[in-house]
């Protein structure tokens, strides 16, 4: 089993970046595909960015594509979230996912794809 815990998360104006971080604890990273999702008030959680357990495949949600930037250290057991260009609509928790099941440049894009869950790192857009 592995802990994730988010940080990075804060308010920030409208073109601003900022660059989450998920520490994973328990067993070794590359053990895992992560993904990082958002969930704005009232509605449901969404899918952002993920990568396979080598790290060699990515992919993004069409919102976020060209914006942010998602990578791993499995030697540092650690997850980033780089966000660039922030727009109000990126308001949200942000949360990171783990898979232990997907084989090694799989990814999967729905929350149901994913075991483990981080207690989420707010992020909050001004314009």
């Known amino acids: 089993q592995v802990q994730l815990v988010e940080s990075g998360g804060g308010p920030v104006q409208a073109g601003g970046s900022l660059r989450l971080s998920c520490a994973a604890s328990?067993?070794?990273?590359?053990?895992?595909?992560m993904g990082w999702f958002r969930q704005a008030p009232g509605k449901e959680r969404e899918f952002v960015a993920a990568?396979?357990?080598?790290?060699?495949?990515?992919y993004y949600a069409d919102s976020v594509k060209g914006r942010f930037t998602i990578s791993r250290d499995n030697a540092k057991g650690t997850v980033y979230l780089q966000m660039n260009s922030l727009k109000p609509e990126d308001t949200a928790v942000y949360y990171c996912?783990?898979?232990?099941?997907?084989?090694?440049?799989?990814?999967?894009?729905?929350?149901?794809?994913?075991?483990?869950w981080g207690q989420g790192t707010q992020v909050t857009v001004s314009s």
């Open positions: 328990g067993r070794t990273l590359s053990s895992y595909a």
């Open positions: 990568t396979s357990r080598s790290g060699a495949n990515t």
């Open positions: 996912a783990a898979d232990p099941t997907s084989g090694y440049v799989i990814v999967k894009v729905t929350p149901s794809g994913y075991d483990y």
